[in-house]
């Protein structure tokens, strides 16, 4: 019985694979005889139309009939959106990498770097749903790092970019995203007791991400962990700070260890 299984299912496989092979070479047979031009057209056509298999597939055809040229440089670059769209984000990266180091000076090469940041912007799909209650906190860093990355390199070299808008825009939220992250770590290190790895984090947002909504937390995390350290010195500089920047802020009135009543494990992330 298990040969028979084992015979079945290699068919099956084979068959598999035949049918594949047998899409390609379709395509092959039917395009044979097509120009430049009309492949690429053709290949656009099914990428506009949301057929990002076939279009991926005309496109490597392209590329591998035609591999000289503006047709094929450009069908490296749409081959990276159709991976994109397609929901195939490491072969997006890579079609975009492979892009990038073949051709450095390309006249496109703003788009290239607009549309690895938005990959690795959407990399975690549930980020997507994240974005209206801005719940950051356990969002991938380094994504989010690299994601700024791309979108930065954009605004540096193309600050004309029709991209760079929107760019800038995205990088505004990556940075909120690393705050926020290291905001969650903060806090879970204050609700451990590590409170100088904690006073470190908060020290940290408010050195690398001062525009960001978590600054004033972050002093009252490094007021509340250097006192818990009994480094009242320490613990006045935040302080201070924090009455300067947020006169209104609660945590003058209750340090911050007495300001939550949030389980620590609700803060790991």
Known sequence: ????????????????????????????????????????????DELNSNNYTRAIKLYEILESR??????????????????????????????????QRNHPQHP???YALYLKGLVLFNEDQSFLNKLASQDWSDRDPKANRDAYQAFAELVERYPNSKYAPDATERMAKLVDALGGNEIAVAR??????????????????????????????????????????NKTQLADDPRRILAQNFPNSPYLQKPWHESTSIPWWRYWR
């Open 108 to 110: 496109n090469m703003d």
């Open 1 to 44: 019985m298990k040969k028979i299984l084992l015979v079945v299912a290699l068919g099956l496989a084979l068959g598999g694979c035949a049918g594949t092979k047998g899409t390609i070479d379709k395509d092959a047979q039917i395009t044979q005889d097509w120009t430049v031009e009309k492949l690429y057209a053709e290949a656009h």
């Open 66 to 99: 035609f591999p000289n040229g503006r047709y094929a440089q450009q069908a490296q670059l749409d081959t990276a959106y159709a991976y994109y769209k397609d929901d195939e984000p490491e072969k997006a990266l890579a079609a975009v990498e492979r892009f």
């Open 188 to 229: 879970y290190y204050m609700k451990r007791g590590a409170y100088l790895a904690a006073a470190n984090r908060a020290q940290k947002i408010v050195e690398r991400y001062q525009n960001t909504r978590f600054v004033e937390e972050s002093l009252a995390i490094m007021e509340s962990s250097y006192r818990k350290m």
